[in-house]
């Protein structure tokens, strides 16, 4: 908890003063949205706000590895999202995840976890979404990984690149949609690499200003792995509020996912996270 605190205050103190909402850097305020319209825009995927994300991820672990229900990881992350409005409901995102591995066990040779730490692979998605009067969003890109882990055991060593595509619907009560990606290897070490991943995703409004029922659980299909590790999908949803401090719009969030299916070898089971979105002017 002490660790989570300090990463909640990090963020906080990377939020930037003054003048936050808008489409263009030259918003001066809020614009006077209030908290509940701009947890809406945040819940759409098509959105044309400037956001900077801190995902943080508490996992828990199961399988057959002598000792893997003992073992737990820690990760913070940060996404910035700058997305561009092309007009006519298209927007074109360009979005790097970078992820600090704060704990992550690993399985040694000689029996047993050690603990690793460390910059992980820094995957990114660029893609144009196209939003329909009917609510429609559709958007399709290509995603990829980078071998930017200061440790083996955090990353493939290996250049991914593949396609990505997401539709969802946006109603007045709230968004419903999904996401599928596909990557293979295409440089770096040796070796057949072929993850299918992707995240089915959901939000309710709630009467109260500001706050939703959200989930957006994530899962990978490793078509290279052995019988049993392939699928990890999980189930869950959480909380989320939206405030306006000063004039920069903030979004609070906590979800819990259990893994339904997990790799029987080694696997997470539980996750928690926490999000911190800040949203900021768009620098165009």
Known sequence: MLRLGVFCL???????????????????????????????ALSDPNNTLGQLL???DYKRFDGALPGADTQNGFAVNFQPAFPVPLGGGLNFFARP????????PVYTPNGGFEGKGGLGDISFDLGVGKTFSSGL?????????TPTATDEAL???QWLLGPEALVAFVRPWGVIGGLVTQSWRVAGEEGDTSITGGQYFYTFNLPADGWQIFGQPTFSYNHNAGDGDKLAFPVGGGLSKTSIVGAT?????????????TPDTFGVRHQLRFGY???VPLPW
């Not at 995840?97 to 992550?104: G, H, Y």
């Not at 969003?137 to 990984?145: E, F, H, K, N």
Request: net charge neutral; charged share 5%; no cysteine.
């Open 137 to 145: 969003v559709v958007i399709g890109g290509m995603v990829g990984s």
């Open 97 to 104: 995840l970078i992820p600090l591995v704060v704990s992550q």
């Open 54 to 56: 801190f995902p943080v």
């Open 10 to 40: 990090l963020g906080l103190l990377l939020t930037p003063a003054g003048p936050a909402f808008g489409q263009s850097s030259g918003d001066a305020s809020s614009g006077g949205q209030s908290a509940a319209e701009v947890a809406r």
């Open 249 to 261: 719009p903030m979004k609070f969030a906590l979800q819990y996912w259990y893994y339904v299916v």
């Open 155 to 157: 990353g493939t060593g």
């Open 277 to 279: 979105t800040a949203v």
